[in-house]
């Protein structure tokens, strides 16, 4: 469980005492938690209670006394009070490990136990105060009580992130996804998709979700490829001596549920397994075990079930085991209706078409965690996890698209499926070498499996009220697959070293050192088939099959090739990526004085990635290996200064890099549903000078008001633009010699009342706000070959105004107890992506959100009722206009709504 804190330090509560005071320090243990380290235990002499200390987040305490017999009183809420009688001896210390036992009779009241304090909002909110760095984190509770269903869900609720339509992952502070790096327990994920660095963050449901952190200031002892933030999911873990709970769903989407003829893909079962290989080996023979033409259905319900539980066992010879364990199966669907639009650089609308996407995504999560117990102040644990998920649409088209003729029209058809695999396999060990160190391990193995199997492309002429297949282009009509597989090994140490300086009068100070190191093997493969049609002939687009067939093959209605041409058809488009990383780092803390704590940190990181590629490209056979080959010197300095014990300033400096991504760098065509990508070998990583100043006031559990400036320069800052020779395709530079961001975060969280009712609940109404500002700007080089169309931009994805905030009801009620959550949010316009070769910036417009959230506990039961995007606003990407033009305005290239999402859900806890 204390994997999400590698990176917290030790809280220095000792004042300057006299060199004849003697020295009681140790660590408090939870007996019922295996020994677990017990935090914000009170520690006091019973004589003088002004003489105390609290124990740290790993339950360690120091505390100084005059020499004599003196009781220490160790007191926690819910746990029974120990009392330990010390003789203390002038300049001489005295370790002693205190066992605390939660109360009996209270125990299945008390929540803030060790374990479930890093679920709850309030804990969450006093490890942020005792922290040294600059750290947030959002807890189960929290979540639960916000209706947020995934990691994705929980990151977006913090101050400065946010999500950006079409696009998987999340941007920090402006900055997406090639900027941010993603770990589970503290350890690196991989991604599941070529197009991303970081796996996406919906993958992980709440059932598995311990807390989610965000560290937005870099830190010595994490990999430097972070510009943005580091994302850390804490999974679950066993918070009793033993549970076991299920939890069903259903639901349904207002624009999808009644629908009818809701369109899914031939070859996908109800729970997502498709096969992932193709049979064609004679191009002579038409033989796709699929069929092109889709299924249709009735009534689309949206559903999951989810079973949770986990033992505890005592072993004969004291030590302990425990595991936990969740599995889940969920599905949904959703259809949206709207528009696509294309502009010429004079602003001309050439493609206007109404557009009917059918999305249908099915998942399985399993979850496992063991834990070994043994010698009082060791432990082991393994960790495992298996997400499947399989995302399929249908999008059809229909309307004008570029027409030879000005009465043509066009219907097109791309039906895709993503079939997506992840296995984590991570061992973790947290031992004691002695009352001043302690040595954590980690190791990690995971295997990615990523595929679209059997992509369908159709395009449709229609002229003179006859649908013909497309004749224009073989690629009209194509039949894709893709696979990936990756091997990601990943390890770290980290070794500490607390001790007492004399010569500065007994004040604390800390050294963290260790290394780490990732190895990952990535191997990406495509075919594409492609149907050259040879001539005008009338078709039911909704029954293709009827003239994609063996006998139309044979014929001569159609040809039949692969990418690859005639020249070894069947080879398929490759590239394979290595990237090796070693970091070697050290961290210092001292406390100069009570109030004031420094924590200089020093990485350096060797780097090597190499991209080895075999693709084709506008008919151009490429081969090359394009390597990146870097040894990084990361410092970092952390300072911590607390003017009162409720009123605390931090400020924090760094530097870290962004590497270019293999698929980035790889020059392989890449055709999304709704564009295409590739590569540009030529991609030259980023550094990153980074800035952050922090001022917090606490007034109460879990109420603060905190305010961050922050600062940032981006050397060779890269982003994705339009590509010049090929419409609607996008690739990625380097935008010019620097980019610049600054801007500030607000936070508050209130209880705008609080009073105990009956059995002592408290009845609160809670109010939290964050809000951020941004400025972004980028000095394109306009003598780059990306030919720019303006010589300044905001950064892709920075969003210059967010808020998020939500009113929060707990109350009593029929003996049970309800929850009730309004949560708004809303951004403003930001750059889709940025305009070339005449082209201006697509931007998306801003959307305001509002969903509501209630839940009610009575004994072992638990129902919820989730309303979510009640004011569904338009998802929009707007063009915008270039003065000089035909038509000046701004273009409207992509407009639709999501509808409004509600659902309830039911659980039972044994």
């Given at each position: 469980m204390r994997n999400l804190l590698?990176?917290?330090?030790?809280?220095?509560?000792?004042?300057?005492?006299?060199?004849?005071?003697?020295?009681?320090?140790?660590?408090?243990?939870?007996?019922?938690?295996?020994?677990?380290?017990?935090?914000?235990?009170?520690?006091?002499?019973?004589?003088?209670?002004?003489?105390?200390?609290?124990?740290?987040?790993?339950?360690?305490?120091?505390?100084?006394?005059?020499?004599?017999?003196?009781?220490?009183?160790?007191?926690?809420?819910?746990?029974?009070?120990?009392?330990?009688?010390?003789?203390?001896?002038?300049?001489?210390?005295?370790?002693?490990?205190?066992?605390?036992?939660?109360?009996?009779?209270?125990?299945?009241?008390?929540?803030?136990?060790?374990?479930?304090?890093?679920?709850?909002?309030?804990?969450?909110?006093?490890?942020?105060?005792?922290?040294?760095?600059?750290?947030?984190?959002?807890?189960?509770?929290?979540?639960?009580?916000?209706?947020?269903?995934?990691?994705?869900?929980?990151?977006?609720?913090?101050?400065?992130?946010?999500?950006?339509?079409?696009?998987?992952?999340?941007?920090?502070?402006?900055?997406?996804?090639?900027?941010?790096?993603?770990?589970?327990?503290?350890?690196?994920?991989?991604?599941?998709?070529?197009?991303?660095?970081?796996?996406?963050?919906?993958?992980?449901?709440?059932?598995?979700?311990?807390?989610?952190?965000?560290?937005?200031?870099?830190?010595?002892?994490?990999?430097?490829?972070?510009?943005?933030?580091?994302?850390?999911?804490?999974?679950?873990?066993?918070?009793?001596?033993?549970?076991l709970s299920v939890g069903f769903s259903v639901g349904g989407n207002s624009q999808t549920i009644t629908k009818s003829d809701f369109l899914t893909i031939d070859g996908t079962n109800t729970i997502g397994i498709q096969e992932n290989s193709f049979k064609i080996t004679d191009l002579g023979v038409y033989n796709f075990k699929n069929n092109i033409d889709p299924n249709s259905q009735n009534f689309q319900l949206n559903k999951s079930i989810s079973v949770a539980g986990g033992k505890k066992y005592k072993l004969d010879n004291g030590d302990k085991f425990s595991f936990f364990a969740v599995a889940s199966l969920s599905s949904d669907y959703r259809y949206q209706e709207g528009v696509i639009r294309n502009s010429t650089t004079d602003g001309r609308v050439n493609q206007d078409q109404e557009v009917d996407k059918y999305n249908r995504n099915a998942s399985q999560l399993l979850m496992a965690s063991l834990k070994y117990d043994f010698n009082s102040s060791n432990n082991l644990k393994y960790n495992t996890l298996l997400i499947h998920a399989n995302s399929q649409a249908v999008s059809d088209a229909y309307g004008k698209n570029a027409p030879e003729d000005p009465a043509d029209l066009e219907f097109l058809r791309r039906q895709q499926v993503n079939d997506n695999m992840l296995l984590v396999n991570q061992l973790l060990g947290d031992f004691y070498i002695s009352d001043k160190s302690d040595l954590k391990l980690g190791l990690a193995y995971n295997y990615v499996s990523g595929n679209e199997p059997d992509r369908r492309s159709n395009r449709y002429l229609i002229r003179g009220g006859q649908t013909s297949p497309n004749p224009s282009s073989a690629g009209y009509h194509s039949r894709f697959y893709t696979n990936l597989k990756e091997n990601d090994i990943a390890f770290t140490s980290n070794i500490d070293f607390k001790f007492l300086d004399k010569e500065k009068d007994g004040l604390k100070s800390k050294l963290d050192l260790g290394f780490d190191a990732r190895y990952t093997v990535r191997n990406f493969e495509a075919v594409d088939f492609q149907h050259n049609?040879?001539?005008?002939?009338?078709?039911?687009?909704?029954?293709?099959?009827?003239?994609?067939?063996?006998?139309?093959?044979?014929?001569?209605?159609?040809?039949?090739?692969?990418?690859?041409?005639?020249?070894?058809?069947?080879?398929?488009?490759?590239?394979?990526?290595?990237?090796?990383?070693?970091?070697?780092?050290?961290?210092?803390?001292?406390?100069?004085?009570?109030?004031?704590?420094?924590?200089?940190?020093?990485?350096?990181?060797?780097?090597?990635?190499?991209?080895?590629?075999?693709?084709?490209?506008?008919?151009?056979?490429?081969?090359?290996?394009?390597?990146?080959?870097?040894?990084?010197?990361?410092?970092?300095?952390?300072?911590?200064?607390?003017?009162?014990?409720?009123?605390?300033?931090?400020?924090?400096a760094s530097k870290t890099y962004t590497l270019p991504q293999f698929k980035e760098i790889a020059p392989f065509k890449y055709q999304d549903i709704s564009f295409a990508s590739q590569g540009n070998p030529d991609l030259l990583p980023s550094d990153n000078y980074n800035v952050d100043l922090k001022g917090e006031y606490y007034f109460g559990d879990a109420e603060f008001v905190?305010?961050?400036?922050?600062?940032?320069?981006?050397?060779?800052?890269?982003?994705?633009?339009?590509?010049?020779?090929?419409?609607?395709?996008?690739?990625?530079?380097?935008?010019?010699?620097?980019?610049?961001?600054?801007?500030?975060?607000?936070?508050?969280?209130?209880?705008?009342?609080?009073?105990?009712?009956?059995?002592?609940?408290?009845?609160?109404?809670?109010?939290?706000l964050n809000a951020s500002y941004l400025y972004s700007e980028v000095n394109l080089d306009t003598n780059s070959n990306s030919n720019f169309t303006n010589s300044t931009t905001e950064l892709e994805g920075a969003t210059p105004v967010l808020v998020n905030t939500d009113l929060t009801l707990n109350s009593s009620l029929f003996g049970g107890e309800i929850t009730s959550a309004v949560v708004f949010n809303y951004f403003s316009d930001r750059v889709y992506s940025i305009g070339t070769q005449g082209y201006n910036n697509i931007v998306e417009k801003s959307i305001t959100g509002l969903d509501f959230v209630s839940s009610y506990k009575l004994g072992n039961y638990s129902v919820k009722l989730k309303v979510k995007n009640i004011l569904n606003p338009p998802v929009q990407l707007v063009r915008l206009g270039r003065d000089g033009a035909i038509n000046p305005n701004d273009v409207v290239v992509s407009d639709f709504k999501r509808g409004l999402d509600a659902s309830i859900s039911i659980g039972y806890s044994f």
């Open positions: 590698v990176t917290f330090f030790t809280l220095m509560s000792v004042v300057t005492f006299a060199q004849s005071k003697g020295t009681i320090s140790g660590k408090i243990q939870d007996k019922d938690m295996g020994l677990e380290p017990l935090p914000f235990v009170s520690i006091y002499d019973s004589k003088d209670n002004t003489v105390g200390t609290t124990s740290d987040f790993d339950g360690n305490y120091i505390i100084k006394l005059s020499p004599g017999v003196h009781t220490l009183v160790f007191e926690f809420v819910g746990y029974e009070t120990v009392k330990k009688q010390v003789t203390v001896k002038a300049n001489a210390t005295q370790n002693i490990t205190i066992v605390m036992s939660s109360v009996a009779d209270a125990l299945d009241a008390v929540v803030l136990t060790a374990v479930i304090n890093k679920e709850s909002e309030e804990a969450l909110v006093e490890v942020q105060k005792e922290a040294v760095e600059i750290v947030t984190a959002i807890g189960a509770e929290e979540l639960s009580n916000k209706g947020v269903s995934d990691a994705e869900g929980a990151v977006v609720k913090t101050a400065g992130v946010t999500k950006q339509q079409g696009v998987k992952n999340v941007f920090v502070r402006g900055l997406g996804d090639r900027y941010n790096s993603t770990t589970y327990n503290g350890l690196p994920l991989p991604s599941d998709d070529p197009e991303y660095k970081n796996i996406s963050l919906d993958y992980f449901s709440t059932d598995v979700i311990q807390n989610v952190g965000i560290n937005k200031a870099f830190t010595s002892n994490i990999f430097g490829d972070v510009g943005g933030a580091n994302i850390d999911i804490s999974s679950k873990i066993l918070s009793g001596n033993k549970d049609v040879q001539g005008l002939y009338s078709v039911d687009i909704n029954n293709a099959d009827d003239f994609f067939n063996q006998q139309n093959l044979d014929n001569g209605s159609f040809g039949f090739q692969t990418g690859r041409g005639r020249l070894d058809p069947f080879k398929p488009f490759t590239y394979d990526g290595k990237r090796f990383v070693f970091g070697q780092f050290a961290k210092y803390l001292i406390k100069i004085s009570e109030n004031f704590t420094i924590n200089p940190g020093l990485r350096g990181e060797l780097v090597d990635l190499s991209v080895e590629y075999n693709t084709n490209i506008a008919n151009s056979d490429n081969t090359g290996v394009p390597t990146i080959s870097k040894y990084y010197v990361l410092p970092s300095l952390i300072t911590k200064f607390s003017a009162t014990e409720d009123l605390i300033f931090r400020a924090v905190s305010l961050t400036g922050f600062y940032k320069m981006i050397k060779n800052p890269i982003s994705r633009v339009d590509l010049i020779g090929a419409a609607g395709t996008l690739s990625y530079t380097n935008l010019g010699d620097e980019a610049i961001l600054f801007g500030a975060e607000f936070e508050f969280k209130k209880k705008l009342y609080s009073f105990l009712g009956k059995d002592d609940f408290e009845n609160k109404l809670s109010f939290g």
